[in-house]
């Protein structure tokens, strides 16, 4: 295993911030996985999880059982995790400049541009190196001009040639829950069964430039450009991994996050043995564009009558708002049928506010599909 340090930019006088990457197995030897957690600082499942994994990882490289390489980053945000205000940490949004954390990651289909087509030909490895070479380049073409554009900039350059790249993340209050590109189920259907996710959303790009699918949307762009000319594999897997809800930071959960997480990497063939058993599916996929946020029709305490991962049946009420003022009592009922994946942690609610999430399967949206 080996430790690399490294210095974001200095935003301040007398004040420098770095991250730790930890660097199990052989660079160029077999495949590459990137696994990072808490980028949202204050969602901090994936840390634990990423500190139960190195150990394991640790015994499985002293064994000879690592067949590829893991960079693993359990602290992706330190910006973000030493913003608290008023004994809340808030870790989603920089304080500098309001911007979240998991956005405007860069986009590689214009970085790469049109000269990408000279470096093409017609072997699909060959053409997977010379886009990961392109990519090198142009990222290191780019100079961060602040502390945020430098940890989005170093998080995205360690994880470029990742074959596989897994960002740890976990909502309000919520079940095991998936998010990738839609191309990309073949590769994850594996993880979503050992992870025993109860709900997989999928997009074609979702708006945001999110750091998973700025690691894999040029890959299935570019094979669909260069369709019956260059072939061109999906070669970064990437997927945003919510570890249920922002309390459930437990040893027994975690420990058994990173055991399934091995698994999946022995499934991969990055670490050693027979293939395992894939367990059966606890949900259907379902596109990312037929989830439904429901929301407050005014202010009001806020009462669930439905829990993670409950079935939510089209028309079914799903929450109360109550107006103790004026008893005014408004029932929030799902407009589609699916799985209650995510909701609110507070019990108050705002007119307007966001409750949950329900993974509706019929795709009704448009436009960017991640909230705030
Ligand atoms: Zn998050």
Redesign the pocket.
């Known amino acids: 295993m080996q430790v690399k340090r490294h210095a974001l930019l200095s935003p301040s006088v007398g004040t420098q911030r770095e991250l730790l990457s930890f660097h199990y197995g052989q660079p160029g030897r077999g495949q590459k996985v990137y696994m990072q957690a808490s980028l ?1 600082a204050d ?1 901090l499942p994936g840390m634990l999880v990423l500190y139960h994994l190195k150990q394991k990882l640790a015994a499985l490289e002293a064994s000879g059982a690592l067949l590829g390489e893991v960079v693993v980053v359990p602290v992706a945000n330190p910006i973000g995790l030493s913003q608290t205000l008023m004994h809340g940490q808030l870790g989603r949004f920089d304080f500098a400049g309001g911007e979240n954390f ?1 956005r405007q990651y860069p986009d590689f289909l214009a970085l790469l541009g049109d000269q990408i087509e000279s470096r093409l030909g017609n072997d699909a490895e060959a053409n997977k190196r010379a886009i990961r070479t392109a990519m090198a380049e142009a990222l290191r073409a780019i100079q961060p001009a602040t502390e945020l554009a430098s940890l989005r900039h170093t998080l995205v350059t360690m994880a470029c040639d990742a074959d596989v790249v897994l960002d740890l ?1 976990c909502d309000f209050e919520a079940v095991m829950h998936l998010y990738t590109e839609t191309p990309y189920l073949p590769q994850a259907e594996p993880l979503n069964r050992f992870l025993g996710a109860r709900a997989v959303l999928l997009a074609k790009g979702s708006g945001g430039a999110s750091f998973d699918e700025a690691l894999s949307g040029h890959w299935w762009q570019l094979a669909e450009r260069f369709a019956g000319r260059f072939p061109i594999p999906l070669a970064c897997f990437s997927a945003t991994v919510e570890l249920r809800g922002e309390t459930e930071v437990y040893h027994p959960v975690a420990e058994q996050d990173a055991m399934n997480l091995i698994t999946f990497l022995q499934h991969r063939g990055v670490v050693a043995g027979p293939a395992p058993a894939l367990p059966a599916a606890l949900c259907e996929p379902t596109p990312l564009a037929g989830s439904e946020t429901l929301s407050a029709p005014h202010a009001g305490v806020l009462v669930f009558l439905k829990q993670p991962g409950d079935y939510i049946n089209v028309g079914e009420a799903v929450a109360e708002v109550i107006d103790p003022l004026s008893d005014v009592i408004s029932t929030v009922c799902a407009t589609v049928s699916g799985v209650l994946y995510a909701r609110s942690i507070v019990r108050y609610a705002t007119a307007g506010m966001d409750l949950c999430k329900v993974a509706g399967k019929v795709a009704f949206r448009s436009g960017p599909l991640l909230g705030a």
Do not use: G, K, S, T
Request: glycine share 0%; no cysteine.
């Open positions: 949202h969602e998991n993340h």
